[in-house]
């Protein structure tokens, strides 16, 4: 199956800073997502982005499908905004199911 | 839009119990439904993959005896840990997906088995 790699595993920022986030995958892939797990444990949708770049206040994400990797970006960053970020793809159709990368843990201070 | 919900948020069960986990798609219709579980400190790994109207797909390793999936509607997917013991205290998660290839999460359901 397909593999998924983020780095780096664990982050810390000072509030304001930015950070780059990475997801290398293995093999081709239909669905990307980015998500943020919140400490309760939700999954929130950052972004569906299986190739090019997308931009959504603060966060923008761009995935270079020919070479297999996704980078999220956090500019300005805000305490509110750690908790653990995933990558997760998908290499079937539609409804097909997706494969997690281990997470990184961003830790933003005050 | 694009809403799933789960039933309930947290559950304490003694050992030797059935539980049921329920996940909704509020405001849209899911043909394929996933249950995922996440350890502590860990990733989320697929259990399961279910199609409205049919047999669940279970991923190698899972137990499709102890833990059974039914998608009785394209709006609700139920999963039940049948004769639970404490190794299956996780966090439990459910996703969606309608007619596209984004997935929508539900908030997820904390099991304790004491």
């Known amino acids: 199956g397909i593999q998924v790699e983020q780095s780096p595993p664990d982050l810390i920022l000072q509030e304001g800073a930015n950070s780059t986030l990475r997801c290398n995958f293995s093999?081709?892939?239909?669905?990307l997502q980015w998500f943020h797990q919140n400490p309760w444990g939700q999954l929130i949708n950052l972004f569906y982005?299986?190739?090019g770049t997308k931009q959504n206040g603060r966060l923008s994400a761009t995935t270079v499908a020919t070479e297999r990797y996704s980078l999220l970006y956090i500019s300005s960053s805000q305490t509110t905004d750690s908790g653990v970020y995933f990558c997760?793809?998908?290499?079937?159709?539609?409804?097909?199911?997706?494969?997690f990368g281990k997470g990184i843990t961003l830790s933003v201070r005050p | 839009g694009a809403v799933v919900s789960q039933h309930p948020s947290r559950v304490i069960c003694k050992s030797g119990t059935s539980v049921k986990i329920e996940c909704r798609s509020l405001?849209?219709?899911?043909?394929?439904m996933f249950w995922y579980r996440q350890f502590p400190k860990q990733s989320l790994m697929l259990m399961a993959t279910?199609?409205?109207?049919?047999?669940?797909?279970?991923e190698q390793g899972v137990e499709k005896d102890k833990f059974l999936i039914n998608h009785a509607s394209l709006t609700l997917s139920t999963l039940t840990v049948t004769s639970a013991h404490p190794e299956d205290s996780s966090f439990y998660i459910c996703?969606?997906?309608?007619?596209?290839?984004?997935?929508?999460f539900g908030p997820g359901t904390r099991l304790t088995v004491t």
């Open positions: 997760a793809v998908g290499a079937g159709g539609a409804n097909s199911k997706l494969t």
């Open positions: 093999d081709s892939v239909n669905n």
């Open positions: 405001d849209f219709q899911a043909t394929t």
């Open positions: 279910s199609n409205e109207g049919s047999k669940a797909t279970y």
């Open positions: 996703s969606a997906n309608g007619q596209g290839y984004e997935q929508y």
């Open positions: 982005i299986p190739s």
